[in-house]
Antibody
Framework: EVQLAESGGGLVQPGGSLRLSCVASGFTFEDYTFHWVRQAPGKGLEYVSGISWNGDTIGYADSVRGRFTISRDNAKSSLFLQMNSLRPEDTALYYC????????????????WGQGTMVTVS | EIVLTQSPGTLSLSPGERATLSCRASQSVRSDFLAWYQQKPGQPPRLLMY????RATGIPDRFSGSGSGTDFSLTISSRLEPEDFAVYYC?????????FGQGTKLEIK
């Protein structure tokens, strides 16, 4: 089955750290660009970070730059988000999303999403 | 950072009516790299449109997108189905970082 499965969320104190993971299955992980998108309770979608299929291009939202680090391990079909210096405003459901086409140069919409992992900073 | 402003915030319509949602960008979106997503409660977003006017796989033809530059719209034709009532987001992916609009809630009147 083609799917994305996030994990690693939980309750953390302000200033703490968490590492989110997203495991892909059912397709060739290394061919795709991936992103993290978050959604605070009752709020809209907020782009967090993305990494291109070859790892050459990485982008961050201003709100997380310098605190969050995105990475990928193609051998494990996994995407990661290391989150440091967490703040209460980082509380959200974090989604992993895959771009629509293979080998895209970080300019594509996302057609596959996981169910998300909840991060609570309190 | 490109700011996307969606309007209206809430749209109240009846099944069978036509819906038009707007998304305005603070600066021109490169190559019309503009997408629309639908989100229902408790579910992740679902891609509807990419490249401003291209329907994603499996999306019915009652959904259409148009626009360029800074002004974009999503239209659900005069066949609003009960399952279309949801929140809709636009997203630009032509500039880094990607950004989303704040969403339009389409609710049953």
């Amino acid at each position: 089955e083609v799917q994305l499965a996030e994990s690693g969320g939980g309750l953390v104190q302000p200033g703490g750290s968490l590492r989110l993971s997203c495991v892909a299955s059912g397709f060739t992980f290394e061919d795709y660009t991936f992103h993290w998108v978050r959604q605070a309770p009752g709020k809209g979608l907020e782009y967090v970070s993305g990494i291109s299929w070859n790892g050459d291009t990485i982008g961050y939202a201003d709100s997380v730059r310098g605190r969050f680090t995105i990475s990928r391990d193609n051998a494990k079909s996994s995407l990661f988000l290391q989150m440091n210096s967490l703040r209460p405003e980082d509380t959200a459901l974090y989604y992993c999303a895959r771009d629509r086409i293979q080998w895209d140069p970080f300019n594509d919409a996302s057609d596959m999403w996981g169910q998300g992992t909840m991060v609570t900073v309190s | 950072e490109i700011v996307l402003t969606q309007s209206p915030g809430t749209l109240s319509l009846s099944p069978g009516e036509r819906a038009t949602l707007s998304c305005r960008a603070s600066q021109s979106v490169r190559s019309d790299f503009l997408a629309w997503y639908q989100q229902k409660p408790g579910q992740p977003p679902r891609l509807l449109m990419y490249g401003a006017s291209h329907r994603a796989t499996g999306i019915p033809d009652r959904f259409s997108g148009s626009g360029s530059g800074t002004d974009f719209s999503l239209t659900i034709s005069s066949r609003l189905e009960p399952e279309d009532f949801a929140v809709y987001y636009c997203q630009q992916y032509g500039g880094s970082p990607y950004t989303f609009g704040q969403g339009t809630k389409l609710e049953i009147k």
